[in-house]
């Protein structure tokens, strides 16, 4: 199962209140698909392991200008700050600007007795 990052977003992870996320790339995702939500599979130390939060499976998958984000969206992203903000702390992070076309993903958390089957 491929794995997919949520470094920034660990406890929204855990506690299952994030529903929404926006990727560079990612964009022929397809819906239905299951994935390893993971606190990071990158830059790992050696003698690290990777930390699984749950399964996720996709819903929704657009593409969208970066700067379209509105503060409902931001909310399910798992961040309680305007939408500019969010879109300022996203560059940042992700070394882009405001006008960057974004893959919005929108995902449901998998029981784990239903990640089996």
């Known amino acids: 199962m491929r794995q997919m990052s949520f470094s920034l ?10 529903t929404v996320t ?27 392991k990777v930390r699984k939060l749950g399964v996720i499976r996709v819903v929704s998958v657009r593409i969208e200008p970066l700067h379209a984000i509105d503060d409902g969206d931001v909310w399910l992203e798992g961040f309680n700050m305007p939408a500019h903000e969010f879109v300022e702390m996203f560059c940042e992070a992700n070394r882009c600007d405001r006008n960057r076309y974004v893959t919005r ?6 029981a784990k007795e239903a990640q089996s089957s």
């Open 22 to 48: 926006r990727r560079l790339g990612w964009s022929s995702l397809k819906v239905g698909t299951l994935l390893q939500a993971v606190e990071k599979s990158q830059g790992l130390r050696k003698g690290e």
């Open 105 to 110: 993903i929108e995902f449901e958390h998998v």
């Open 9 to 18: 977003t660990t406890p929204q992870m855990l506690d299952r209140t994030k």
